[in-house]
């Protein structure tokens, strides 16, 4: 499904290489998700620095839109280890190769492998996450960003009763963790250092539990009793 990896793209940090490939984006589009011309024809038409810079005020600013599938389910509990084990094991067995800066729960990573697999394997897929897709999408929406139609699509093709609005009630009552309170609240308690510490391990995950670690934590999911199939 062609149209999955399409849909990774775009939710990913926007790339120029999008911009050079306009035709192909809107005809794949046309085939398999007219109702996404309208965002893709905005999205195309924007200058890429700007999409990039509205990508990270969305996606980078707080946990709460985080495109890490199992940051949304397991936070930083023992249990996300095992997940991405469990999901690493998926990728190889599939011959999808990850390079070190990828974590396997990164949304458009796992967009990525469903599009190899198929169809009603890759909407089962869709499906094991349709609650988080619902939840990103919702937030998504209660901050009037267009990228929440990229989630409805992704229900739309997993022919889940679930939608952003479904979520509505839900997201109107967190406490955003956006605004710049919320930010200056992560940073003030981080400790200033003015000489490299060569015991720190500087990886991707640690540097990103650490910003946010006094981080007011949004409402997470609990897909415990199964409930996504």
Known sequence: MEILKLIGMLIEYPDDALWQHQDEIRSLAEQQQPALLPFINQYLTTPPLDMQADWCALFERGRATSLLLFEHVHA???????????????????????????????????LEYLSLREASEARQGLLDIAPILALLGGRLKERESAFSELFDALLTIANSPLRSQSVAQQVATEARDDTREALDAVWEEEQVKFIDDKTCDNSAQQQHQRRFRDEAAPQYLDLSAGGSR
Do not use: F, I, T
């Open 76 to 110: 930083e509990s023992r249990d996300r280890g095992q997940a991405m084990v469990d999901l690493l094991a998926q990728y190889e067995q599939a011959g999808l190769q990850l390079n070190c800066r990828e974590l396997p729960d990164y949304l458009p990573l796992y």
